[in-house]
């Protein structure tokens, strides 16, 4: 396998490529119905993150969702400009800012989430419940370990 040489290496690269072709095409099975509403994936990560952990400051969705500081500002500028999502102050701390779906966006993400995950439910039928728990096992003791370098 070009030039490496080494089985535990092999199978940690064909081991990736698989993850990354199922990544993508879990992500392509969504895609449609994200496309039709108007959104990105990291657009439902953000209303999704709103709606099930409350408001967020911006530097703790950056953290969850896993992306830049500044696409994260994008990102809410146009969750805002659609009246999904609005930036509060933090009483407590005028300097922080939560940001906090609107009624509208927790309208819209209530009705929509549903739907995205019988998608996602669909996308990943190939597996029964007991392969799917040791599948986030799996996944969590990679992203742990990954991260640590």
């Known amino acids: 396998m070009f030039g490496v040489e080494d089985e535990a290496t092999k199978t940690a690269v064909s081991a990736y490529v698989k993850l990354m072709r199922a990544s993508h095409s879990v992500l392509n099975r969504t895609q449609p119905l ?12 953000v ?11 911006q530097r703790d969705l950056t953290r969850k969702l896993l992306t ?8 809410i500028d ?21 940001v906090v779906l609107t009624d509208a966006g927790r309208r819209f993400i209530e009705e929509l989430f549903p739907r995205h995950a019988r998608d ?6 190939g597996l029964d ?8 096992e799996l996944l969590r003791r990679l992203g742990r370990v990954a991260a640590e370098d």
């Open 120 to 125: 996602i439910a669909a996308a990943m039928r």
């Open 47 to 57: 209303l999704e993150a709103l709606l099930h952990l409350g408001p967020l400051t």
């Open 78 to 98: 146009k969750l805002a400009r659609r009246q999904l999502v609005q930036r509060v102050q933090c009483p407590e701390d005028r300097r922080r800012v939560r």
């Open 68 to 75: 830049s500081p500044g696409n994260l500002t994008d990102v």
């Open 129 to 136: 419940q007991s392969e799917l728990l040791a599948l986030q």
């Open 34 to 45: 994200l496309a039709a509403a108007g959104l990105t994936h990291v657009q439902l990560g």
